[in-house]
């Protein structure tokens, strides 16, 4: 398939951040750009909930929502790179435990 450039306009400091962000990730700003376009066509929407919520009611439903799927138990960590996180997955699940 042929590429084709996306040009954006950021503040700079997010920009910084979120480069920064990708890199922890094991990804450059482009690939995580193109995962979040791919995800938004597959399901036709944006994949993450827009709200009006203050950043305390934000970060407090996250955190609910992070103990539904077990990462507040301490079962599940975010590591640097996607294949750490594949194993971690697959040892949760050998047993057919749910989280």
Known sequence: MPQTTLNIRIDAELKKQFNSLCSEIGM??????????????RERRIPFDLTADSQVEQSKNKLDGNKR???????LHVPKDFAEWDKE??????NGDII
Not at 28 to 41: E, Y
Not at 69 to 75: N, Q, T
């Open 89 to 94: 997955v697959e040892e949760l699940f050998e």
């Open 69 to 75: 799927i077990g990462v507040a138990k301490g079962k």
């Open 28 to 41: 450059n700003m482009s690939t995580a750009i193109s995962v979040f376009a791919k995800k938004a066509v």
